[in-house]
Nanobody, 117 residues
Framework: QVHLVESGGASVQSGGSLTLSCVSM????????MAWYRQPPGMEREQIAT???????NYKDSVKDRFTISRDNAKNTAYLQMNDLKPEDTAVYYC???????????WGRGTQVTVSS
């Protein structure tokens, strides 16, 4: 059974930094596109960063130049480095894995990030 486990969420002050990790289990990690989503309180879940199996990255405009997605295939882990955090970054952050050719799509349970001003 595939598992994705996020960690690294915390409460920080505005301007601070955090690194989220997403460890995968029981999947061919290197074949998957990995993504980070977030869901602010009372709002819809939104995609904020993706990294393909070939390590091509893409970002939502509101996090571009502040957040960096990366992957370590040897550790079956994806990361989200978040710098210059703002109160509007407060959300539950979710890890997602997709293998598009096989219509495989998995989610973690999320990790809470709270940014205070």
């Amino acid at each position: 059974q595939v598992h994705l486990v996020e960690s690294g969420g915390a409460s920080v002050q505005s301007g601070g930094s955090l690194t989220l990790s997403c460890v995968s289990m029981n999947m061919n990690f290197k074949a998957y596109m990995m993504a980070w989503y977030r869901q602010p309180p009372g709002m819809e879940r939104e995609q904020i960063a993706t990294i393909t199996a070939d390590s091509v990255t893409n970002y939502k405009d509101s996090v571009k130049d502040r957040f960096t997605i990366s992957r370590d295939n040897a550790k079956n882990t994806a990361y989200l480095q978040m710098n210059d955090l703002k109160p509007e970054d407060t959300a539950v952050y979710y890890c997602n894995a997709q293998w598009l050719g096989y219509a495989l799509d998995f989610w973690g349970r999320g990790t809470q990030v709270t940014v205070s001003s």
